[in-house]
Structures are given as structure tokens and as C-alpha cells.
């Protein structure tokens, strides 16, 4: 196994999807170039809902199904449109988009935030928080395995309404359209990214279109805009009401997205991208698709697709698949960000990670996650082999979601601006209400589908904080092992270790600068050697997104000039990828222990096998989790750049 100690400590960070597109600030103007590349990204999950949203909730054969009557019509209609608005416009563009840390977003940003000011208010509850949070990343990557499946199988069942002989056809398409969106995932999104904003403009201005033509059909449908008609529908067929909750909330999926890829566009641009297009457009296709079912109750078997004229539904099914690829893609890159962060922050063990961009930061590629998903989304569609069949798991990962980003933003109001607690009780009461709400409707689906999420979401958060605390155990074990860094000076001084000098520089990679690193313990111990130059390299993980390149070497000043032993620190942001050797070059002299060539160097990893041991450390179920997980580790040097014709590696064991 890699040394599973390397190269991490530090806060959480924040999913970050997308391909390759221009990247702004908070400080930027809006250029049109960002808008548009915001919206081929981040609204592919929630622009595609329309597709499926309402032909689930009046699916007849729904364990609880809702009637179609006028009545029913209107209400839900309207808890669409004030679903929309309240979790999608209020939660996440009005409230958490503000909550950036340094331009990033996301539930894993709140994290970082929470961190940062526990210190200030009770350690217990930001544990507390902080944990909830992992649960709700752990949820993300439930959605990342059954976006895919939902929007694809949604878009190709179009084919039944065009030409119904194909229906046989449906789940074999879908699984050659996902297995080919995973095969191209090697190759990046730099040349295909470039056409998800106009494909995507495209599409919102078509199922726009065909909502005013529904609309024109039947005017009236303009009235479940008030919210009265969402809540005498809540409230007077509460029965009714409360189970259609479960697939209403299917309107907001993919909500997160435009708080977590503002590190990419900058809060302006996603909040015009969705005021002016993608709210609009939507909401014109529900309205549409309401009036269709008012004018024939039989609509509902595809009212999205039979709103479109019978002339424009090839294309509309050729555009819906592709706008549903575009969705895929985006939570794809975003299980790719949120498993490289993890792995950066100690969550996972390292994984290999290839950039498949060279002009914009952290676009990757993770092959272990890669074909992990697409085994997962081909299960999911050969198991479930519909969309309607799926909804229900869908929304019970999005309801976890938003509920736990909710929570975290007020939490984080608190603590970061000094928000009155009035105002919060008042905002958080109404907003968890809501939240709650759809959680609670979602529940009643858990034999139904709504298992499903929770489950991939608990194995992963098992995942996550096994490897967390068995890496918590490996260092205290290891640093017992490694011994006081002072100490070992001092019997190198004593001549208690009689070494030979060697020309040249080594760097040590170690976690820290308190202990001797075991490769260079073992060097010196067993082949009494020690380079000219030492140098231990300590690579640390900050609570921001990116650290400047004039910070990225930092020299220890305390290091010992009798040993010709300095320490450097090369300080890295929470959704970058650590790539040594530092910047070439000689530092001056006056900074380090004398000369230092950082262009000539070799290096000393430690490649720690991990052992199960006696000690009541850890459950023994968890101590083999923890040992398998760390199969998958990547190769140290491969990780970290390492030039492999200078790149020793020493071997040593730990007991878990």
C-alpha cells in the first residue's frame, strides 16, 4: 500500500463540475462567455427535470397514486412552481450562493466554513454538523449514479411516444449511450464543452416554446402561479398531497449544482444563467404540460413529449438525449471532484487522477471512479429499466441533500456573519419546514426505490470515516515508530549513527516536521548513509480553494545546519492536486542550510503495509474495510509527480 499519510491534512472542500470552460469570479463582470458556459453546465440536471417530473407524479401505477382532476391539475402545478422557487430561487441563488468560500460552493464548502469557525462556537456541534455534512457528500455520490440512469432512460423512452414498436428498445439504447458517455470520460470534456452552452440554449428555448403553445391551448393554467392553489391543494388533500411530494421534488434535482460550480462562473453568472433562461423556460414547460393534461387526462403517459407537435418530436427526442448527456457529464465530473477532494482531505486514500486539461483547473479524470459509476448506472438501468421506476430513489437523494445544505448554511450565518438567531429561527424554521417536508414524502417511498440512495450514501460515508479514522490510527502509530526529529539529529551529531555523506540532495516526503521520516530513519539506520543536503517536505492542505504560486514553497527557518537538514512546506488549496517536484530553481542561500538545487534532487518515499492487529483499535470488520480500501491507493510517485529515475521507496509495516 502507498503511504496513506502523505500529502493530507486539512478542511474540507467543494465539488466542483464541469468541462472546460471559462472560469470567473466574484469580482468579475459578467461576460457572455461565462453565462453560456454556465448554462451547459450547471443546469443540465435541473433543465432536464421537466422531462420526467410531472408524468411521475400522476403515474397511475404509483403505490399512491394521484388523480387527474382539474383541481389536482392546479395544485400540483402550482407546489412545482413554489418548489422551484423556494428551494432552487430563495435556498440556493438568494441565500447559499452567498456562503462562498474564496468563489467555491458547495455542501463541502460549508464544511470548510464550519471548520474554520467551530473553534469559536463549540467543538461538539461543529463535529456534529461536520459529520452530517460528509453524509450529505456521501449522498452526492448516489446522485452521480442515478442522474445518469434517470435523465438518459427519461430522454430515450421518447422513443414510445414517436414510434411505440421501439419500446423494447429503450434500455438497450440507454445502456449503449452510457456506456460510450463513460468511454470518452479518458479523453476530458475540452472539445465537447465548448457546444454544452449553445445545445443547452437550444434546448431551453424549445421546451419554452412548446410550453407557450400549451399555455395558448388553455390560458387558465397562468393561475397556478398563486401560491393559494399549491396550498388548498397541500391542505385540503393532504392525503393526496403529501405522497405527490415525492416525485415533485424531482423538479429541483440538481439544485446543488449551482452552488457548487460557482467556483467556475461566479455566483452573477449562474444567478442570470437561471433568472433569465432557465427558470423562465421551465417553468413555461410545466405550466405547458399542465394545460396538455387539462385538455386530455390520457396525457399523462408522456405529457412532456406529447406537448411537443407531432413534426418535432424526433428532434425534440435526438435534442432531449443530448441535453441528458449533458447533464450526466456534469455530476460525472462532479463524483470526480468530490472523491479527489476527499482524497486530498484524508477522506479516501489517494487515487490516480489524470488532468484532461491543461488551460483549466480541476478538470480530471479518476479511472477507479469512472468505471465504479458505470457499472453502478448500468445496474441501475438494467434493474429498474424506466425512469418512473427510478424517481423515487432520485428524490430522496436530492431531499437529503438540500435539507443538510440548508442546515449547514444557517449554522454558517451564524457563526460567519452574526446573524440575528430571530431572523435565522424565522428563515431556517420556513425553509427546513419545506425541506422536511419533502423528506418526509420521500420516506414513504423507501421499499419503493428511496432505499437505494441511503444505501449507497451509508456505504460511503462507512467508507469514508473507516479510512478516516484508520488513517487517524496509522499516523499515531507511525509517528511512535518515526521517533522525535531532534532526537535523531542529536545521535547523528553524537556519532550514535555513523553515516557516510553522499553528494547531492534528498527529499524526504513526510506529514510533518516534528518527526524523522521512517525512509530516512531506515537509510541511515541500514545503510548508514545520509545525502549532503537533506531536505523534509511536508505537503499541507489549506482551508481555500487555490494557493498563489509565489506561496507555494514555504522554507522552514529552524533547520539544522550542522545535518544540513531543512524543511519546506508547499501549502496547497482543498480542490487542487499536489504535483512535485516545487517550482525549479535554486533558492537563496540565506533560506536554506546553504546552497540548495531543488532541480537535482532524489527522492525517498515510504510504502507502508498495513497489518491487522490485536488492539481494540477499531471494530475488525472496520480494520479489514480499512485495509481493502487501501488497495486502491494510488502510486505515490505517480501522484505526486515524482520523476521515477529519482524515486527511492522503502518499505516498512503498520498494525491497525
Not at 366 to 382: A, E, G, Q, R
Amino acid at each position: 500500500m502507498a503511504d496513506p499519510q502523505q500529502g493530507t491534512a486539512s478542511d474540507d472542500g467543494s465539488a466542483s463540475r464541469g468541462p472546460d470552460v471559462p472560469r470567473a469570479n466574484a469580482h468579475d463582470s459578467v461576460r457572455l462567455a461565462v453565462v453560456i458556459g454556465a448554462l451547459g453546465v450547471v443546469f443540465g440536471d435541473i433543465g432536464t427535470s421537466p422531462i420526467y417530473t410531472l408524468q411521475t407524479v400522476f403515474n397511475p401505477s404509483d403505490p399512491h397514486p394521484v388523480p387527474v382532476s382539474t383541481d389536482n391539475v392546479y395544485g400540483v402545478v402550482s407546489l412545482v412552481f413554489w418548489s422551484v422557487m423556494i428551494i432552487v430561487t430563495v435556498t440556493y441563488v438568494l441565500l447559499a450562493m452567498r456562503a462562498d468560500n474564496d468563489g467555491e460552493g458547495g455542501i463541502m464548502a460549508l464544511i470548510t466554513q464550519l471548520r474554520r469557525w467551530s473553534s469559536q462556537r463549540g467543538r461538539q456541534a461543529a463535529v456534529v454538523l461536520a459529520a452530517l455534512g460528509i453524509f450529505g457528500a456521501s449522498l452526492f455520490f448516489g446522485d452521480s449514479m442515478i442522474t445518469p440512469a434517470i435523465s438518459v432512460l427519461s430522454a430515450v423512452e421518447g422513443l414510445k411516444v414517436v414510434e411505440p414498436s421501439l419500446g423494447s428498445a429503450v434500455v438497450p439504447i440507454t445502456a449503449v449511450i452510457i456506456v460510450l458517455l463513460f468511454l470518452v470520460q479518458r479523453r476530458g470534456t475540452a472539445a465537447v464543452g465548448r457546444v454544452f452552452g449553445p445545445v443547452m440554449i437550444v434546448w431551453f428555448v424549445a421546451i419554452g416554446a412548446c410550453g407557450i403553445a400549451g399555455i395558448a391551448d388553455h390560458p387558465d393554467i397562468l393561475r397556478a402561479l398563486s401560491p393559494t392553489y399549491a396550498l388548498s391543494f397541500l391542505f385540503g388533500h393532504w392525503g393526496t398531497a403529501f405522497f405527490a411530494l415525492a416525485a415533485i421534488v424531482l423538479a429541483v434535482t440538481g439544485a446543488e449544482a449551482l452552488y457548487a460550480d460557482m467556483g467556475h462562473f461566479g455566483r452573477r453568472a449562474i444567478t442570470l444563467g437561471w433568472m433569465s433562461l432557465v427558470l423562465p423556460a421551465c417553468v413555461l414547460s410545466y405550466m405547458g404540460q399542465g394545460a396538455l393534461i387539462l385538455n386530455d387526462p390520457h396525457n399523462i403517459s408522456s405529457p412532456f413529449f406529447l406537448l411537443v407537435p407531432d413534426w418535432g418530436r424526433w428532434p425534440m427526442v435526438v435534442l432531449a438525449t443530448a441535453a441528458t448527456v449533458i447533464a450526466s457529464q456534469a455530476v460525472i465530473t462532479g463524483a470526480y471532484s468530490v472523491a479527489s477532494q476527499a482524497a486530498q482531505l484524508g477522506y479516501l486514500p489517494r487515487l490516480r487522477i489524470a488532468h484532461t486539461s491543461e488551460s483549466t483547473i480541476g478538470q480530471i479524470y479518476v479511472p477507479w471512479i469512472n468505471w465504479l459509476l458505470m457499472v453502478s448506472v448500468l445496474t441501475l438501468v438494467f434493474a429498474f429499466r424506466s425512469s418512473a421506476a427510478l424517481a423515487y430513489a432520485f428524490g430522496m437523494a436530492v431531499t437529503g441533500t438540500i435539507t443538510i445544505t440548508t442546515l449547514l448554511f444557517f449554522y454558517v450565518a451564524r457563526a460567519k456573519w452574526g446573524t440575528p438567531r430571530w431572523l435565522l429561527a424565522i428563515g431556517a424554521g420556513v425553509l427546513l419546514f419545506v425541506d422536511l417536508l419533502f423528506v418526509a414524502a420521500n420516506m414513504t417511498k423507501l421499499v419503493h426505490g428511496a432505499w437505494l440512495p441511503l444505501l449507497i450514501a451509508l456505504t460511503a460515508f462507512t467508507v469514508m470515516t473507516t479510512w478516516q479514522r484508520g488513517r487517524a490510527l496509522v499516523t499515531a502509530e507511525r509517528a511512535r515508530q518515526e521517533g522525535p526529529l531532534p532526537e535523531f539529529i542529536d545521535r547523528l551529531r553524537s556519532g550514535q549513527m555513523p553515516t557516510l555523506r553522499a553528494p547531492g540532495t534528498a527529499v524526504f516526503l513526510n506529514r510533518g516536521k516534528e518527526t524523522a521520516p521512517l525512509a530516512m530513519r531506515a537509510n541511515v539506520e541500514h545503510n548508514h548513509v545520509r545525502h549532503e543536503h537533506v531536505v523534509i517536505l511536508s505537503i499541507g492542505t489549506e482551508p481555500v480553494p487555490r494557493v498563489p504560486a509565489d506561496r507555494r514553497i514555504v522554507v522552514d527557518s529552524r533547520g539544522d545546519a550542522h545535518a544540513r537538514l531543512n524543511h519546506l512546506t508547499p501549502p496547497f488549496g482543498y480542490i487542487e492536486t499536489p504535483d512535485l517536484p516545487p517550482p525549479q530553481g535554486r533558492r537563496d542561500p540565506a533560506e536554506t542550510e546553504g546552497p540548495l538545487q531543488l532541480d537535482q534532487v532524489s527522492y525517498f518515499l515510504s510504502k507502508i503495509e498495513l497489518r491487522r492487529g490485536k488492539a481494540p483499535t477499531m471494530a475488525p470488520w472496520r480494520k479489514r474495510l480499512f485495509i481493502a480500501t487501501s488497495y486502491i491507493s494510488a502510486d505515490a510517485a505517480e501522484y505526486f509527480g515524482l520523476p521515477r529515475d529519482r524515486t527511492v521507496i522503502m518499505g516498512s509495516h503498520v498494525e491497525v
